[in-house]
Every structure is written in C-alpha cells, then in structure tokens.
C-alpha cells in the first residue's frame, strides 16, 4: 500500500468525524422527532459531510461507488486503497 500524504489523511478524519456526528444525531431523532436543536445540528452536520465528500472527491476521487460518486477517465475507484488498507499515524492530540 502506498503512503498517503497528511492532507488526505486530514480530509479522511475530517469525514469520518461529520459521518459519526450525522449518524449520532440521526439515532437522536428517530427518538426525538420534533427536538428543533438536534434536528439544526443534524442539518449541520449533513452539510459539513457534503461539503467534505464534494471536496476530498475533486482532489482524490471517489470515496463510494454504485452510483453514489462520479468519476474522471480513468476509472477511479480501483485505484483508491480500500479502507484496510489505510495506516493513519497516531493522533498527537491524545
């Protein structure tokens, strides 16, 4: 596998972490329906992953496949390392 530089790497943490908040909240919500300060983080939150996908995607390529990411010539997605595949260095702020 080769190395990935500590721009991706960033970018990756950055998606993972907008992921885990959507997800969070989402679980909040389907007990909490009409909870107006969650559902605001929530929409938040989708829009910081959007704008993380849409940005790591036009520097990498694809982050999925089956229609959910476009592509540039050439195919993109065989050439991305699969998620086992990435060594991230430890995190200094621990």
Do not use: C
Request: glycine fraction near 4%; aromatic fraction near 12%.
């Amino acid at each position: 596998m080769r190395d990935m530089d500590a721009e991706r790497l960033r970018m990756l943490h950055e998606i993972q972490e907008a992921e885990f908040t959507a997800l969070e909240l989402q679980l909040f919500l389907d007990t909490h329906p009409d909870h107006m300060g969650a559902l605001h983080e929530f929409n938040q939150a989708a829009e910081r992953l959007a704008h993380a996908r849409r940005r790591y995607e036009e520097r990498y390529g694809p982050l999925l496949s089956y229609g959910f990411s476009m592509s540039r010539h050439p195919w993109q997605w065989v050439d991305e390392p699969w998620p086992w595949e990435i060594e991230y260095p430890p995190r200094k702020d621990r």
